[in-house]
Structure formats: structure tokens, C-alpha cells
């Protein structure tokens, strides 16, 4: 089954640091991958997604991602955190093949921001 | 305001009492999910529904039943909660069936059993 992983549960930056948030998916062939943020008390919301199109994806709020296929990777970078940045960051994968109902999640990054 | 509401958002209750987290969407979707969250294991999904009266299983679907009579409502039923269901259960609408299609989440219910 397809699957991603995200490497480490916390990350902690400084505000107007770099935010590398990394996320590797397993499948042969390339996959419908996104990135969803949950910030506290609140549902997840879209940040953005990999469709196949362009492997530079760039999402709400200065979030992007690229897509690697020879690294299996989808890692989501910020180049100046904010203090408002700080959520939990969830990178999910839809396989091929599938539709709305087959979107599997990763176990999501904590971010904090420090002043 | 396009939303996805869920209710309630926090209940405590004992083992064995029927509870039911109803969650409604006015975005006219016809696709809708539920979801628990627990640390260390990300979002998992429990059911999904297609279309009213259309509902499959989602990968962690035992101790837990759901139901479409309407388009626009999808409520979650334990019928007999277990400490293992303590968790935060979220529910989500798209309009399409597509592989790009995003989801809206509803703020999320956290749910006790003792």
C-alpha cells in the first residue's frame, strides 16, 4: 500500500528562519501527493498539491513544495517562518488509480516558532 | 461561509453509551469522509459516503456506523463507545471524486470514553 513518511514529529525554527518540512512517499509510480495544515483547535486545511504538472508547486501563505521523483520526496519549505506559521503539517499521498475516498496521511510535523 | 460543521466539539462519556457526532456541509458536495486523529498515527479514515445512501468502509471501520440520508448531512454513530475510540474525530466534503480534489475539514470533535 502507498504510503508517506515524514521524518521527524517536531520541528523547531526561529522566526525568519528557513522551514524544511520533509515528507518521502513510497510508490513506483508518482502519486497525487499534498500537504495539509492544522492549526490549533482547527481542521486541516489544503496548502497545497502535486498533480503532475509542474514539480514546483508553490501553495497559500509563501508555502512550497518540490517534487522529486528520484528522491521520492515532497518536502515543504518556507524561506522565512512566522510566528502565525506554527500548526501541525500533514503531507498525504492519493495513489493511482483511486479517487476522493483513498487519500492516506502521513503522521504530521509539529512546527514551532520561536521569537 | 462555506463550512463544514461538527457536533459536538468536545463529550466525555462512559463505556457503552450511544453517541452520535453529526456533521453537516453547505457547499452542496456529494462526497463526504470521517476521520480520527491520534498522535503518533496522523489521520486514518473510518467511512466515506459517495452519495446519499452510498457508504464504504474506510480502514479503521469497526465499533463505529454512519449514514447518508441526505446530501448534505453524514453523522458518525457509536453504538457502543470503548476507551479505544477516545480520539479526535474530523469530518471532510469534496466536490469531486477526482484524485486532485481537496478536502474541507469540520473543526474537529474530541471525544473521551471512559
Known amino acids: 500500500a502507498q504510503s508517506v513518511t515524514q521524518l521527524g514529529s517536531h520541528v523547531s525554527v526561529s522566526e525568519g528562519a528557513l522551514v524544511l518540512l520533509r515528507c518521502n512517499y513510497s510508490?513506483?509510480?508518482?502519486?497525487?501527493l499534498f500537504w495539509y495544515v492544522q492549526y490549533p483547535n482547527q481542521g486541516l486545511q489544503l496548502l497545497l498539491k502535486y498533480t503532475s504538472a509542474a514539480t514546483l508547486v508553490k501553495g497559500i501563505n509563501g508555502f512550497e513544495a518540490e517534487f522529486k521523483k528520484s528522491e521520492t520526496s515532497f518536502h515543504l519549505t518556507k524561506p522565512s517562518a512566522h510566528m502565525s506559521d506554527a500548526a501541525e503539517y500533514f503531507c498525504?499521498?492519493?495513489?493511482?488509480?483511486?479517487?476522493?475516498?483513498?487519500?492516506?496521511f502521513g503522521t504530521g510535523t509539529r512546527l514551532l516558532v520561536s521569537p | 461561509e462555506a463550512q463544514v460543521t461538527q457536533n459536538p466539539r468536545y463529550l466525555i462519556t462512559v463505556t457503552g453509551k450511544k453517541l452520535t457526532v453529526t456533521c453537516s456541509q453547505n457547499?452542496?458536495?456529494?462526497?463526504m469522509s470521517w476521520y480520527r486523529q491520534d498522535p503518533g498515527l496522523g489521520l486514518r479514515q473510518i467511512y466515506y459516503s459517495m452519495n446519499v445512501e452510498v457508504t464504504d468502509k474506510g480502514d479503521v471501520p469497526e465499533g463505529y456506523k454512519v449514514s447518508r440520508k441526505e446530501k448534505r448531512n453524514f453523522p458518525l454513530i457509536l453504538e457502543s463507545p470503548s476507551p479505544n475510540q477516545t480520539s479526535l474525530y474530523f469530518c471532510?466534503?469534496?466536490?469531486?471524486?477526482?484524485?486532485?480534489?481537496?478536502?474541507?475539514f469540520g473543526e474537529g470533535s474530541r471525544l473521551t470514553v471512559l
Open positions: 510508490s513506483s509510480v508518482p502519486p497525487y
Open positions: 471532510a466534503s469534496t466536490a469531486t471524486s477526482g484524485r486532485a480534489g481537496e478536502l474541507f
Open positions: 498525504a499521498v492519493r495513489p493511482m488509480n483511486t479517487g476522493f475516498q483513498k487519500l492516506v
Open positions: 457547499m452542496n458536495h456529494e462526497y
